[in-house]
């Protein structure tokens, strides 16, 4: 867990999270590792092996780095950040020797949080073979033989926008698990059907569209469709024909980010066994990525 929380009264030791009075990250991290932790049914039980507070905001893709005034003035101001945004993931992967220490077991994935305008993907993967993971994969890391996932969480925001970084983790990991497979044997892709795209035929929906929403991020739609969202609860043995009810936003917490985010995660299937070589517990791909089952998905 990186925190990028500088210094911002060298005088009083002031931070940047304290003085604008932003979400303390412990806290984030705790109150997410409780939600995964009981969103996969005591499956995931994340650790927290050790906890870097960096003085700094990091350096951009194009070499440019904030001065924390700086940045102070542009928040306060709503203009003047800095374009393009995107932090430069070589010289914290090189500066904190994550590719060294990942290779070492030290630790199986990385939490860094900073502030709006750090230039954090929600999510992304390094490592030999890292593919797609809601953005590219970060590049020269294939020298290190373990892959591995890096976070960006915003401590300005809250536990649901953490939980919506993974949710779209989860896409991008069960799509490469699906890759290749059409039609029936596409299970990721029944999963995540919504009312809009397959009027009649809503599964659970995908993380910005519930199973009746109308747009993105419409999870507080009062309008009631069939879903046969129940029916995951029981993967592998999915009812033939489905058993159809009526939902709507009241199942998922009535429009609250956190609420539909975990609803969505608690419907991951984490059964035993395997179906056509692919686990029955999905939630084993999202967190292990080197998984042998990636390498036939090259």
Not at 230 to 256: C, I, K, Q, S, T
């Amino acid at each position: 867990m990186i925190v990028f929380n500088p210094i911002v009264n060298p005088s009083t030791r002031r931070r940047l999270v304290e003085t604008i009075g932003w979400n303390e990250p412990q806290q984030l991290a705790a109150e997410y590792i409780r939600d995964v932790r009981e969103c996969s049914g005591g499956w995931v039980n994340y650790q927290i092996v050790e906890h870097v507070e960096a003085d700094a905001i990091p350096v951009k893709a194009d070499g440019f780095q904030y001065r924390v005034p700086d940045y102070l003035a542009a928040w306060r101001n709503s203009r003047g950040f800095h374009d393009p945004d995107l932090a430069d993931y070589a010289a914290i992967v090189r500066n904190f020797h994550l590719l060294e220490r990942v290779a070492n077991d030290e630790f199986d994935e990385v939490w860094m949080f900073g502030g709006p305008y750090f230039g954090f993907y929600e999510s992304t993967m390094a490592g030999r073979g890292a593919f797609f993971c809601n953005s590219s994969p970060v590049p020269n890391t294939s020298n290190c033989a373990r892959r591995f996932v890096m976070m960006g969480f915003n401590y300005e925001r809250g536990v649901g926008e953490m939980l919506e970084d993974l949710g779209h983790r989860v896409e991008s990991v069960m799509t490469q698990v699906y890759r290749g497979k059409i039609g029936a044997a596409n299970l990721f892709e029944r999963f995540t059907r919504y009312d809009r795209i397959a009027p009649g035929l809503a599964s659970v929906g995908n993380v910005h569209f519930a199973p009746n929403s109308a747009r993105d991020y419409d999870w507080g739609n009062p309008r009631a469709v069939p879903s046969f969202c129940d029916d995951w609860y029981a993967f592998p043995n999915l009812p033939d024909p489905p058993r159809y009810r009526m939902v709507d936003a009241r199942e998922w917490g009535g429009g609250d980010m956190r609420a539909h985010h975990r609803w969505w995660l608690k419907h991951l299937p984490r059964a035993e066994g395997t179906t056509n070589g692919i686990a029955n517990n999905w939630w084993k791909y999202v967190i292990d990525v080197n998984d042998p089952l990636f390498e036939s998905r090259r």
